[in-house]
């Protein structure tokens, strides 16, 4: 009897939860965040969207996503580099992010408008879709999970949704945000067994595409590295969405300068992740 009620019970929060993988929580995809452990609520928006980014059966990292604003607040993830190839050039949308929609993977516009038979409108309502990143003047597509962390072709072809991208300056996209993402990451996790990455956008006071989609005022990026018995570094890189420049310094730092951007005291990993900076040159 009492199997049966606890079944009833979970059902029931299944049905209220609503459908397929964005929730209020993480709980379905923990295993992007250090001992699953996620940023604390300061980053949360008004309108929050958890999206566990699955893709072919699998999941493949972590968003929370301002439906009002249609940018991540950030995404997080398993830094795993790999040379798999990346087979696709078209973007995805968020189909959970529709009411009434119970499809549980990324898609493309096309396919949710011609063979599920939702209209642009729906599907515009609470995230970004393609025509709001078509004119945009030194701005690029700017990945917050980047495809080139990802190992697998899935992985990568993963990255390509628009609700892990944030209207970026296209001289820091190409530049010095690159050299960051591919240099000095692949430096410092040299000798880390594994890394945990969360990357994240400020939102900004100014929006693009019709008042439509926000322009983060920075990007950040914050990484915790471990070794055989746990964390053993960790650190951040900041920049502002204007020029070519990123700051690269310890987790601590970049704590309190999101403390200062977001108005609330900033954690982003757990307590275990070091705060200040390692001594041994990297």
Not at 98 to 125: A, C, N, P, R, W
Not at 129 to 146: A, T
Not at 231 to 245: S, V
Not at 250 to 256: A, D, F, P, R
Request: proline share 5%; charged share 20%; glycine share 6%.
């Amino acid at each position: 009897m009492l199997g049966l009620l606890l079944l009833l019970q979970v059902l029931a929060s299944c049905l209220w939860l609503g459908h397929g993988e964005v929730v209020t929580s993480f709980t379905s995809c923990p295993q992007f965040f250090y001992a699953g452990t996620t940023p604390n609520e300061v980053l949360n928006p008004k309108n929050p969207a958890w999206i566990c980014q699955r893709y072919m059966n699998s999941y493949h990292y972590a968003t929370l996503y301002d439906r009002d604003r249609r940018i991540p607040v950030y995404s997080a993830y398993k830094y795993k580099p790999g040379d798999a190839t990346r087979p696709h050039s078209w973007w995805f949308v968020e189909p959970q992010l529709i009411g009434k929609s119970s499809l549980k993977e990324m898609e493309k516009e096309s396919v949710l408008i011609e063979q599920q038979k939702f209209t642009l409108d729906q599907i515009k309502e609470s995230q970004a879709v393609l025509d709001d990143y078509k004119d945009l003047k030194d701005l690029d597509r700017g990945h917050l999970s980047p495809s080139g962390h990802q190992d697998s072709s899935e992985g990568k072809m993963a990255t390509f949704t628009l609700t892990n991208i944030v209207p970026q300056d296209s001289s820091l996209n190409n530049g010095q945000w690159n050299a960051y993402e591919f240099k000095t990451m692949n430096k410092k996790t040299k000798d880390c067994t594994s890394t945990y990455v969360v990357t994240g956008a400020v939102p900004g006071n100014t929006y693009v595409s019709e008042g439509r989609v926000n322009r983060p005022s920075h990007i950040w990026s914050a990484a915790c590295c471990l070794g055989d018995t746990g964390p053993k570094d960790a650190w951040g890189a900041i920049a502002e969405n204007d020029k070519n420049e990123v700051e690269v310094l310890s987790l601590g730092e970049l704590e309190k300068r999101l403390t200062n951007l977001y108005g609330g005291m900033v954690t982003l990993f757990n307590n275990a992740c070091p705060r200040e900076q390692s001594s041994h040159p990297h």
